[in-house]
């Protein structure tokens, strides 16, 4: 677990910081993406960091994430499909989803999740269900009409999520950005400030699951492309996410840039 020692003597650490200021430097830069992603792939590009969905840091021990000022969406922590069972995307899509409203073929499923039961699709409830014997976060669903909890079951080990958390969050920078429009609707940020936490740790993250401050966002659709691919299913980023205000209680501390 990273330390403010640890902090202060670590080369990736202050590798980040130098390209950081530089970015901040920069003033108003254009978006790099059209989209609400635009935010994270400008600021890895002039980071010179290549995208990816690893489970690995995006420099060195440092992990990497951004947003607007001004939002209020959550705080993506990782995304990672279950750990068991085998094909369970496929099934929580095709058994507990709905038409995509544009393709009456194929199926999604969008829906959150806490450590209570939540409504989705006015039919299912779901849950994150801790298990401390078993070691593992188990994904609960029931039937709203029949109040019975549903016979099948997916599940994150806990090693696999713990492993994640050493990896990714043992070092987390926070860049926000203000962010405008130009006459010709483009997009533009300044990357104003950074905080970086340290000292993520998976009893940490359970604790606050616990307390119902994470959240778990199921994402899945199909591929629309006509091919070989098409109508097979597509994680458009499930995973486990936080509101800003609450990320410091993850880590032992933080420092301001």
């Not at 992603?37 to 995006?58: R, V």
């Amino acid at each position: 677990m990273a330390s403010r020692d640890y902090l202060d003597s670590n080369e990736s650490v202050k590798e980040f910081i130098d390209r950081y200021l530089a970015v901040r430097e920069l003033g108003w830069v254009r978006s790099h993406r059209s989209n609400n992603t635009g935010i994270g792939k400008t600021l890895e590009d002039l980071l010179m960091i290549h995208e990816n969905n690893l489970d690995e840091a995006d420099i060195g021990d440092v992990e990497i994430k951004s947003q607007r000022a001004l939002t209020s969406s959550k705080v993506t922590l990782f995304t990672k499909k279950p750990t068991g069972p085998d094909g369970a995307n496929n099934i929580l899509r095709d058994q507990y989803g709905v038409q995509n409203p544009k393709h009456p073929d194929l199926m999604q499923m969008h829906a959150s999740m806490f450590n209570y039961w939540n409504q989705t699709y006015k039919k299912w409830g779901m849950r994150l269900q801790p298990n401390d014997e078993e070691e593992r976060i188990y994904l609960e669903i029931k039937d709203l009409q029949t109040d019975e909890v549903e016979p099948f079951t997916c599940w994150y080990d806990y090693d696999i999520i713990r492993k994640i958390i050493t990896k990714k969050m043992n070092i987390l920078a926070f860049v926000s950005a203000d962010s405008r429009h130009a006459s010709d609707g483009k997009e533009y940020f300044r990357y104003t400030e950074c905080k970086l936490f340290y000292g993520g740790t998976f009893e940490r993250f359970l604790a606050l699951m616990n307390d119902g401050k994470i959240q778990y966002d199921i994402r899945i659709g199909s591929y629309k492309t006509p091919g070989k691919s098409y109508g097979k299913v597509h994680d458009h980023g499930s995973g486990f996410r936080i509101s800003r205000g609450k990320l410091p209680e993850l880590f032992v501390g933080n420092i301001t840039l």
